[in-house]
């Protein structure tokens, strides 16, 4: 069953993220994701499906109507917080430091639009419509929004490139971020 994000679901949400997702954000660890997704719920603009089994997250999406300036937006939710968590990381992975400024550098940051932000599913289960399922109820959510077009970004080794194709989202664009190509989809909603 998807619903949305629910406050008592962030613990297993962020260790799905960190443990099915590569890149920055899932090295930061599962304080950081939990509070990411603490305070995406103070966001009206960010919304978030779960895809539930038994009382078990299986699957989710998350997703924003406008990612211009999204990381200030979080951070300036609970500062205080995330300085706490940033420091204990960058204390113990300085060499990470140089990462964080260059995530800020993200091109869906600076230019907005509406944006699937991260979907994933858990290892076991996977291949049985359940990622399908949660990229429809997030392109039905943009829709109720009156959003028509939201853009995908996804590193260009992972196989997730094969299943926005598969879906109909069309590559527009590709760029170097953080020493790896990504590659930039875009989904036009039909009604």
């Known amino acids: 069953m998807i619903t949305r994000l629910r406050k008592e679901?962030?613990?297993?949400?962020?260790?799905?993220?960190?443990?099915?997702?590569?890149?920055?954000l899932p090295e930061l660890g599962e304080k950081f994701l939990e509070m990411f997704y603490r305070t995406s719920l103070d966001l009206p603009e960010m919304f978030t499906f779960i895809e539930e089994e038994k009382g078990k997250v299986r699957g989710f999406v998350s997703n924003i109507t406008n990612s211009k300036g999204l990381n200030k937006k979080i951070f300036i939710k609970r500062p205080l917080r995330f300085l706490l968590i940033f420091l204990k990381y960058f204390i113990s992975h300085p060499g990470q430091l140089r990462k964080f400024f260059t995530i800020l550098t993200y091109p869906g940051f600076k230019e907005g639009g509406a944006e699937l932000l991260s979907i994933a599913v858990g290892r076991n289960y996977r291949l049985k419509g359940r990622g399908r399922r949660l990229f429809e109820k997030s392109r039905e959510e943009f829709s109720l929004r009156g959003i028509k077009t939201f853009k995908i970004s996804v590193y260009e080794r992972l196989p997730a490139n094969g299943f926005y194709k598969k879906i109909g989202c069309r590559l527009v664009d590709s760029f170097d971020f953080m020493g790896e190509k990504m590659n930039y989809y875009e989904y036009k909603i039909k009604n």
């Open 9 to 24: 679901q962030i613990k297993q949400l962020a260790k799905l993220h960190k443990n099915e997702l590569s890149g920055f």
